[in-house]
């Protein structure tokens, strides 16, 4: 997927079974900050109602969770 500049949206690491009930998809594994222990559980939402796009740019997390022993 090539990145798309100029597109917001969000993307979690949690419940998959939780997150598709207010519209979250799989999203590109490439673009979570760190190897996951459950790639399933990376998901993302376009917020314009688009695909889930890679990410412009180098994928990073708040301070609070980086650290790859959380994912």
Do not use: H, I, K, N
């Not at 500049?5 to 949690?14: N, T």
């Not at 999203?27 to 314009?48: H, I, K, N, V």
């Not at 890679?54 to 650290?67: E, Q």
């Amino acid at each position: 997927m090539e990145p798309s500049p100029g597109r917001a949206g969000s993307v979690s690491y949690g419940d998959p079974a939780y997150y598709s009930r207010v519209g979250f998809t799989p999203a590109p594994l490439e673009t979570a900050p760190f190897r996951l222990s459950q790639p399933e559980g990376w998901l993302g939402q376009a917020l314009d109602g688009g695909e889930v796009m890679a990410l412009a740019g180098v994928p990073r997390c708040v301070a609070a969770f980086d650290d790859p022993a959380y994912w």
